[in-house]
């Protein structure tokens, strides 16, 4: 499966921002999504991650309450609606899709990132 993310950008401190990632080339319902971020000089981590049918969802405690992962199988896209947002939440930020919920970066396919900036 082919994943595109999209949606970062630049924004100052408490504003909102939401990222989509559209899949293609499978049965995007097969897989399991998260989404992951990197900022410049740290390891990936994960931020988020929902199951098939959408039913089970994780977040990471940095982003708990503030971030809504949500996905629509019919458009083949998984959302992060991300609010209050702070400077550390600056990275840029990876879909990935896999057949395991996990917290992990073990998934078998990432799209190339997008680039969210949170300014003070």
């Known amino acids: 499966v082919q994943l595109q993310a999209s949606g970062g950008g630049l924004v100052q401190a408490g504003a909102s921002l939401r990222l989509s990632c559209a899949a293609s080339?499978?049965?995007?319902?097969?897989?399991?999504m998260g989404w992951f971020r990197q900022a410049t000089g740290k390891e990936r981590e994960f931020v988020s991650a929902?199951?098939?049918?959408?039913?089970?969802?994780t977040y990471a405690d940095s982003v708990k309450g503030r971030f809504t992962i949500s996905r629509d199988n019919a458009k083949n896209t998984v959302y992060l609606t991300m609010n209050s947002l702070k400077p550390e939440d600056t990275a840029v930020y990876y879909c990935?899709?896999?057949?395991?919920?996990?917290?992990?970066?073990?998934?078998?396919?990432w799209g190339q990132g997008t680039q969210v900036t949170v300014s003070s």
């Open positions: 990935a899709g896999g057949l395991l919920l996990t917290t992990t970066p073990k998934y078998d396919y």
């Open positions: 929902i199951n098939q049918s959408g039913n089970g969802i």
């Open positions: 080339g499978r049965t995007f319902s097969w897989y399991v």
